[in-house]
């Protein structure tokens, strides 16, 4: 491993906890499966908009997506109700590490950029609210390459915005496909083995595996 000068952080079940917005969409829903069934779902249609070439933001996916989401599990909702529903994406809180850690990362010299698949407005408005905002250099979504995580060119934006070489790049993240993605996008990655999730046994495997951002940062400081 080649110790990298910028860092690269997914948003979503990496940085934030997303308990709040489950328990909306299960509540709603009247489905303890619900989120689990929505948010890959969500995932999926992000990349039919990115394979297809016909962009939309991720928050018209997600309202999309929690509406199929509802008929199959026989709800109805309407478009004020979807809004309500989903309206916690915004008032998340960091995992219990994550300040420290980037703070910890901040002051020993690393470039830190968080990039989600989300709208910039959003991404910056949970940053803010989970105070940890003024630990990056830039807040980044993929709305500027408009192609969705995993797609290569995702990771090639954050890094040549930053001035950065690819080897010289890591992306931190809790999801096995944004890991690959990262891999063959010729960057370094670290994963976050948070409960619940796995490494995609066909990828390329990542430089660093911790169960918290603080054990990632602790083999950070070692390399």
Do not use: C
């Amino acid at each position: 491993m080649i110790k990298p000068e910028l860092l690269i952080f997914d948003v979503n079940e990496t940085l934030l906890d997303m308990e709040p917005l489950k328990k909306s969409i299960n509540e709603a829903l009247k489905d303890a499966r619900a989120f689990d069934i929505w948010f890959p779902t969500l995932l999926q249609y992000s990349l039919v908009e990115t394979l297809t070439k016909n962009y939309k933001d991720f928050s018209e996916i997600a309202d999309a997506t929690l509406k199929m989401t509802a008929h199959k599990l026989d709800i109805d909702l309407t478009e004020v109700q979807i809004k309500s529903v989903l309206s916690p994406i915004t008032k998340l809180f960091a995992y219990p590490e994550v300040s420290n850690s980037l703070e910890v990362l901040k002051q020993n010299g690393f470039k830190l950029v968080a990039l989600s698949n989300g709208k910039p407005q959003v991404v910056n408005d949970q940053l803010k609210y989970a105070k940890i905002h003024h630990f990056f250099d830039k807040v980044l979504s993929i709305e500027e390459v408009k192609n969705y995580k995993p797609h290569v060119s995702t990771y090639h934006y954050a890094y040549s915005v930053m001035n950065v070489l690819a080897e010289d790049t890591m992306l931190i993240a809790a999801h096995g496909w944004d890991i690959a993605g990262a891999k063959r996008a010729g960057i370094q990655a670290a994963f976050i083995n948070r409960p619940g999730k796995s490494l995609y046994p066909l990828a390329i495997e990542p430089e660093i595996i911790g169960f918290s951002l603080a054990e990632i940062t602790e083999s950070l400081l070692k390399s």
